[in-house]
């Protein structure tokens, strides 16, 4: 083969030692990412430099020594460097299985490299072939990656993807212009800048996914709160829980499959997801659930089932993150997508931990579950202590005080005169405790409620406060009120009644008025005074904390059924707001 026209060492030397420093340094940054993470791409890609490298060593060779074995070599490398892309490309969006038949791709370069450097005397015709594979295979590889920045919308995938496609032409005018020296050194440093464009890339793309990473963790931390209502929002906090993970681009849905229950079946789900509740997992899934389950180590599986009810779809792959809580595995967390390779830069670490996140933050809820399910008890028992109070005052001690009346009535009838005003004294004190225990078991139990319902006797609580203070209060109620639970009823004649005591004992206000709306999905009761308002520095925390059990009993009530108490200055500036909200699924059928 001629190679007369091809330049000397002198002009191409430098420019070839710095792309070779380059191109060991992307080798070198690959191996340590695929050290780090674990991912077998990195580790192909770290091949390909290397034989790249070695490619730029050999024609380095032969540009000194004019031996025809460094140009072979530099020919075999060539196949061999587009071979290593290839597959790098595959494993990325395939993850394909290695067979054996695949090695004899390897025998191709060797023996077209022979052909092509001691049969052929045209250059073009024994150089033409191998840039051209190179080329294709540069260009597939950036299609891949634009492909992946379709789904995914990285920074990282776009610049390999842009950086793929122009060196790959690029490589093209290799035996026309930079064979013949005419693009004699810059081509080289053409080729440092794409392999400087692919390694901020690559490092883009991990960071990228780092970074989202760790948004999904920040957000489950912020998960391990107490939800608004734990005991009937389980389902939904759950929910909540498995939306987190979809900020993981590669992320298309989640699903929960509970370890505790067999079969195994998905409990909830998310995104794609969504109608995977309730469907139990098919044999090969079971199979594979049960072994994350058994080794508490996250699990990647390719060609997932989408349990969706009449669905035929398939994910490109599923990861199995196994959920802890106090080291032992709860659940098994599902994340699926159709992103070539998903999880770039979260090893097995950053897993783990968004499995045991989950896992606490599911431990917290149905830790406020039980506290919440265990205040409501509370609160109940408390009741039905009123409610017993209530009875006895009324049927024994009252019927008592009755009694006595009448007896003293018969013995005044033969005192001697002189006596008659004083047993008529005792009989007026006798009449007042009658009328405070009938005020102490109206507040123990309000009759009216029991016996008329909630919109009576928030009338007759309005009245007996305007009648008892001298203080003006009205009540706005809308034509019809949803029927509530006796708990929801009785929550919300309680807080109107302890928000009417303290009007009337701190307050100082000149008017009240009271509203009740039907707002979305939610029954809403406002008492509003013009009173002094709260102090500057009020923490409703701190005031139940000091001994103002009013407010905490309010509060337990309502939070205990899924509702929001909030006290704030009125917009005017002056006096007080109460504002009570219950969710309109408490009804009485409820």
């Known amino acids: 083969m001629d190679q007369s026209n ?46 790249y490298l070695m490619r730029v060593a050999a024609i380095t060779g032969f540009l000194a020594s ?3 074995i460094w140009l072979y070599w530099h020919q075999v490398l060539t196949g061999w460097t587009a071979l290593a892309l290839l597959w790098a490309a595959l494993v990325f969006s395939r993850q394909p299985k290695w067979r054996w038949r695949y090695a004899l ?15 052929l005397d045209d250059f073009l015709l024994a150089s033409g072939p ?35 496609f122009a060196w790959g032409l690029h490589h093209l005018d290799y035996p026309f212009l930079r064979a013949r020296g005419a693009w004699s050194p810059w081509g080289y440093y053409i080729d440092i800048l794409f392999l400087l464009a692919m390694g901020a890339g690559i490092l883009v793309l991990v960071q990228d996914e ?16 107490p939800p608004p209502s734990p005991q009937r929002d389980a389902s939904r906090g759950l929910a909540t829980l498995l939306a987190r993970p979809l900020a993981l681009r590669a992320v298309s849905g989640s699903a929960m499959i509970a370890a505790v229950e067999a079969p195994l079946r998905y409990v909830a789900g998310a995104g794609a997801c969504s109608e995977w509740a309730g469907v139990s997992v098919s044999a090969n899934v079971a199979r594979a659930v049960s072994d994350a389950i058994v080794t508490g180590r996250p699990a990647f599986l390719r060609d997932w089932p989408d349990s969706s009810p009449g669905s035929s779809r398939r994910f490109s792959y599923a990861a199995l993150l196994p959920v802890l809580s106090a080291e032992r595995v709860t659940g098994v967390l599902v994340l699926v997508g159709d992103a070539s390779d998903p999880f770039t830069a979260l090893d097995e670490t950053f897993l783990r931990a968004l499995g045991s996140q989950i896992g606490a933050a599911l431990e917290n809820a149905d830790m406020v579950r039980r506290l919440t399910q265990l205040s409501a008890m509370m609160v109940e028992q408390q009741e039905a202590e009123r409610r017993r109070l209530s009875l006895e005052l009324h049927d024994e001690t009252s019927q008592v005080l009755a009694a006595v009346k009448l007896e003293l009535g018969l013995l005044a009838e033969r005192l001697d005169p002189d006596l008659g005003p004083r047993v008529e004294r005792a009989a007026r004190l006798i009449d007042t405790g ?16 029991d016996d008329l319902g909630l919109v009576p006797a928030l009338r007759s609580l309005v009245e007996a406060f305007t009648a008892r203070t001298g203080i003006p209060a009205t009540l706005d109620v809308p034509r019809s009120v949803p029927a509530l639970s006796t708990q929801a009823e009785l929550a919300v004649f309680r807080a109107m009644q302890e928000a009417l005591a303290n009007i009337a004992r701190h307050a100082g206000a000149t008017r009240v008025s009271v509203r ?19 102090p500057t520095r009020y923490d409703p925390a701190r005031a139940e904390r000091e001994g103002h059990l009013g407010l905490a009993g309010m509060r337990e009530r309502v939070t205990a059924l899924g509702g929001t108490l909030e006290l704030t200055t009125a917009p005017a500036g002056d006096g007080v707001v109460v504002r009570l909200a219950l969710p309109l699924e408490l009804e009485a059928s409820s």
């Open 105 to 119: 791709l390897l025998a191709f370069p060797p023996v077209w490299s022979y052909v092509a450097v001691y049969r």
């Open 6 to 51: 091809s330049p000397g060492i002198g002009t191409e030397l430098p420019a070839a030692t710095l792309l070779a420093v380059i191109t060991l340094g992307l080798a070198l940054l690959c191996a340590f990412l695929h050290h780090r993470y674990r991912k077998p791409y990195l580790a192909w890609w770290a091949v390909a430099w290397l034989l």
């Open 66 to 68: 004019r031996h025809w």
């Open 516 to 534: 009740i709306a039907n707002s979305v999905g939610r029954l809403a009761l406002e008492i509003a005074d013009d009173g002094r308002g709260l």
């Open 434 to 449: 009658m009328r405070s225990i009938r005020r102490v078991t109206e507040q123990l139990r309000p009759a009216l409620l």
């Open 130 to 164: 191998a840039v051209l594979f190179l080329s294709l295979v540069t260009v597939w590889t950036g299609w891949t990656f634009f492909r992946y920045y379709e789904r995914v919308r990285e920074a990282g995938a776009a610049l390999l993807s842009v950086a793929l």
């Open 210 to 225: 780092l970074r989202r990473g760790l948004a999904a963790l920040s957000a489950l931390s912020g998960d391990i709160q």
